[in-house]
Nanobody, 114 residues
Framework: VQLQASGGGLVQAGGSLRLSCAAS????????LGWYRQAPGKQRDMVAL???????NYVDSVKGRFTIDRDNAKNTVHLQMNSLKPEDTAVYYC?????????WGQGTLVTVSS
């Protein structure tokens, strides 16, 4: 499976971005899809996940600002990011997990200026 992430960029604090992750095949078989991020010098951390049944999970720091959704017909997952803060600056990685393994996209850089 290949995951193609897009939508990153430079935005001012308070602005919005929408990340997209397109899978090369059906996403029905994945138990969870989502986004992780890695800031310079830090480990990669979970940002948001969406399960096969639509249940979502967010890291506390983005609750109320970020929304994850999936489009099964288009094999895509999106992350709508509002009220962005400088501390959201990181490379964002698309993730897909199933019993058969885990898959990562190439990452897309999000930079939030103060």
């Amino acid at each position: 499976v290949q995951l193609q992430a897009s939508g990153g960029g430079l935005v001012q604090a308070g602005g919005s971005l929408r990340l997209s992750c397109a899978a090369s095949r059906s996403i029905f078989s994945f138990n969870a899809l989502g986004w992780y991020r890695q800031a310079p010098g830090k480990q990669r951390d979970m940002v948001a996940l969406i399960a096969y049944d639509g249940a979502t999970n967010y890291v506390d720091s983005v609750k109320g600002r970020f929304t994850i959704d999936r489009d099964n017909a288009k094999n895509t997952v999106h992350l709508q990011m509002n009220s962005l803060k400088p501390e959201d600056t990181a490379v964002y990685y698309c993730y897909a997990g199933s019993r058969g393994g885990t898959y990562w996209g190439q990452g897309t850089l999000v930079t939030v200026s103060s």
